[in-house]
């Protein structure tokens, strides 16, 4: 199911992108006929799913992707990609993990202090977190952190790749940290009002007890559902700060390939495909981890009255 | 007479809302003797549950304790009797000796009541690995044989399930085991039936008299229901607008009500009997407790409300040893007041089926 | 089911947003030209000026105030101001669908013939499709027929084509864009181009030893076949030399080539290659080497190979070789043996030994290059030769900070003082002001709208350095009745109006701000020299100004005209 999901949005993403106007290839200094020759040459005068049947032919049986033809021009995408993937992952990954501990933190921390000042205060730090932009953000770090006190690299520098990542997986998390705070904050107190909560303190459960074996397990299970996208925004790359910090990072391939000299048609699709395998994929792990935690959706036999 | 378990003594609180202070409990005196089932009968919204969670320790963080004691007895580790005020415990102390350990709760939705997460079995066994410092295997086979006890089939089985596996009527037999598992003396059910089926209903009530026979536990029943009261209390207490206003013995209230609103409590009940195509029931309803009442709370809804309703409240009047009611008809200086006809008719069926019977109420 | 749907729409969304982003605000807030589908009645005179969206934010500035200066100066006319991608541009105005552009021109080697060539019929960048037999005559004289061998009377004859844009208004030139850089303190030496090689660090020095050089977009491709932005073509530069190098002046200078004989019909070349350079794998530099890379370039098919037809380098059988399918082995250019070159061409190119510091003329070695495969070759220092000052260190496609290091077996390594480059691409020059001030950039260009208040800072101004970008901004005019056009711009009087409504001076005070040169020549100045007198070609500005100089009276006239001719 999910291969042929992806097949059509492969197909889909295809079309669209050889209906916008444009060559996929720098043509400043091309004549017609030495543009109409280069289109010939990439095939792109054959129908629509010929071109589709050559394309995904390509791809199963070199695993390649083409060569960039206005981005990077003639370097195989399939090289180009893993730099761009492991940069953009790590820093998202870093930044996923830090955003929702600490906002699972916050989150609790609010909740079991209702109407108390920290129930405020992460309030407002989650409005402003998901109200400022992560490159607001970045570039505030940067002037700080780099230019008045220069603890960190200014540019992103690989061969220091955890210093650089700092700053930017930093301001990456602002958002999911605020996200999964107000989430936490709101199950957990709607979870702390349930029936069954009650019924666990009248049977003399108190304190962190309470919170990890009653509460938590059952609150964490729609925070579950908000940090899946979380994760595919942050892997995909943050556009912004990437090319603020001048990150080689999938979000600037895939702003470059639309803006620059041409659409680059192979990296869009490339990157679309990318795209959709991940987002298919984080749902996928999704549903398992939405089985392993609450045990009223796992397809288990068993159902006795 | 066995000694008092639970008294509670002028209890007053108030609830802090965004809408205001609502004086929910306006002054709640009643005991409880060990070994007897007392139910608190009342409209939603009189305050049963609150005065219960109050009991219980367990009540939202917005209450404000205005005034009052609740003095719980009961036979520490040295087997000697101990009084504790629960009111002037930590929520801590009170989770940790009280909670399941001494009194237990059961409550009206086994649907939500039940962790959704969590199996039967650790459910079960939480709270004796707690209390009772079980090891887990013993804590299992203790679980197993208590869901035997409330008669669930399959108990082995039932250990790995989920709450969401059972139906209605099971899990409420595991929530009643649940609140017997550490041994309680006082057993607090807030409707239990409520969210049953009728068939359901009678053996749920069964079983708990059942357990409290063996066990020798006494229970408070929070019920709108007076089919159930008639099946289980002893004694009844009747509140309105967060004060009880008439208690006594089942016989007493049953036969020989004395408050005006006990008398429109039981003529609403249906009865297959009566001619009458409508349905009684009592005009108006409970007051806005946002405001502070002035007089009898009852007065506005009182077709027999005296001039005097309006200005001060009644006090509790002795009808007999055990039957109190608050109530100025009942003043030596009122006028005499008859219960209406078709209430005194109905109690008249009632008590020639009883004794044509030959069963006791 | 519903996931899969769900998934789709997300998907969906992307590429909907993938396909606005690049077709601009095509439908969006701003209506279509006059004429729409069926180009005919116009409501009045409306017409729609096209430009990038992307090519900086001065550009959309610049638009705005051309708008607001035409309808200033006729009040009949409206102005619909369009913004879309370069490439969307590009193929309205190379296929004719537009009604007004603006869009700019950079030089590729330092010759007049570079703007002219342009204006031929049927040229890839005659986007007004204008066609002038006399003009095509002479430019095609000029390039590769009698003029060629002339020097001095084909630099006469261009001034003549010239007129004739100007005279039409077949185009009308903005200004030439400067850089605003920065170059830090005790930064000495680097040698800025407006043409071809944009900075040359081989005789530049700096403090540190390592110079830390910013760029404005990444790094394309460091394939001399496939490369075509200046970013690349800077650093291939600083890492291949080919037959000559430029000097500070721009003029050429022998390099892997020591000297060359020019036979004396000036069609033939032979270059003598010195025997000490070498690939940084141990190899020797040949001719061989030179022999490959042109004749690979055949193949190619990319923008650049353009230079080597007959508009421009006029290699011999190149034409027949890219537009007519004949072999590439049959090119003008042959090894005589490992150090001797023979190109052929097929006319005299007076600046043919400065074309030959141009990337697309540069070697590249036959046996690494099969060896490393063609879709692999300049994608990193393992796949790619130096045989120049510098050596590549650091390079992967994407990356934002290519480095190169100072090359110690470069035959010339004795007068290289750099010890290195750090290149960054920087988004944003606010970024770019605050990493000079921190240090992290030694070199950094600054806009047009931060070069007030540089100013007047104490400690930067001193650092404030303006260097000549080498391309033109201007105005081109469609002449043919399209789908965005009534045809109203084939009218001259009409074009001739609108070139005259424009005060340039205030457009480059007031929204350029940096440097950049009001023009009014359709050949920029401060680029291409006279080989014999060594004058600018387009020193003298008043030369076409009565064509394009801000006049409003004449632009009234003019316009007058042009409505009564069109009937209006």
Redesign the interface.
Known sequence: ?ALI?LL??TF??FL??R?????P???????????A??RA?MGLDNPMLVQFWNYIKNLIASGSFG??S???????IS??LP??MSNSFRIGGISICFGVIVGLILGIAAALN??KFWDVFCTVLSIVGVCVPSYVFM?FL??FF??KI?AFP?????ARFLHSAIMPALSLSLFSMSTVARFTRNEMVEVMD???V??????????T?LVT??IL??AL?PIVTVIAPLIVDLLTGALVVE??Y???GIG???V?S??????DYNY?LAL?IL??TL??GI?LVLDIAYGL????IRVAG???? | MSDKILTVKNLDLTFKTNAGPVHAIRGVNFDLERGETVAIVGESGSGKSVVMKTVMGILAGNAKINSGEILYSYYDEFNELATVDILKQETRWIRKNINGKHISMVFQDPMTSLDPTMTIGKQLMEGMMMHMDMQKDAARKRAISLLAEVGITDPEKRMKQYPHQLSGGMRQRVVIAIAISCNPELLICDEPTTALDVTIQAKILELIKKLQKERGISVIYITHDLGVVAKVADYVNVMYAGKIVEVGNIEEIFYEPKHPYTWGLLSAMPDLETDDARLYTIPGSPPNLLHEVKGDAFAPRNQYALKVDRLAEPPMFKVSETHYAATWLLDPRAPKVEMPEELKKRIERMLKEANADGSEL | MKRMKAIVVAVLALAMVAALCACGNKGGDTPQGSGAADGGAAKGMTYTLIYGNNEGDEVALVAQSLKDQWEEAFPDVTINLQPMTKSERLEKMQNDNYTIALTRWGPDYADPMTYLGMWVTDAPNNYGFWSNPEYDAIIKSASSGELAGDYDARWAALYDAEEMVMKDAVITPLYTKANANLIADGVQGVEFHPVALNRVYKRATCPSGTMNVMFSTNVMSLDTNLATDGDSFEVIADCIDGLTQMDAEGAAQPAIAESWDISDDQMTYTFHLRKDAVWNNGTPVTAKDFEFAWKLSMTANVEYNYMFDNTVACVKNADAILYEGADPETLGVKALDDYTLEVQLEAPVSFFPSLMYFPTFYPINQAFYEQVGADNYGTSPETFLSNGAFVLSEYTPGTASPKVVKNPNYYDAASVTLNGINYQVVDGSDNALTAFKNGTLDISVISGDQVGAVEKDATLSKNLNVTGAGYMWYVTFSQTKNQDSNGDFANTDLRLAFANAIDREFLVDNYVMDGSLPTFTCVPPQFAASATTGEDFSADQSRFKEYCDYNLESAQAHFADAKAALGY
């Open positions: 199911m999901t059509i949005i889909l993403l669209l992108v209906i916008m106007p444009g060559n290839f720098p043509a400043e200094r091309m004549s017609a006929a030495a543009i020759k280069k040459e060569n960039g206005a981005l990077y021009n003639g370097a195989p090289s180009v730099v761009a209702r109407g570039i940067q002037y780099s230019y220069p200014f540019y992103f520098d690989s349930s029936d069954y009650l019924l666990a303190s009248s049977k003399g459960m108190y304190g007890k074996k009653h397990r059952n299970i090319k603020i001048g990150i080689n600037k391939l895939m470059d639309i803006t620059g000299e041409g659409v869009v679309g795209y959709s987002y298919i749902m935690l609450d045990p009223r068993n159902k006795e009255g």
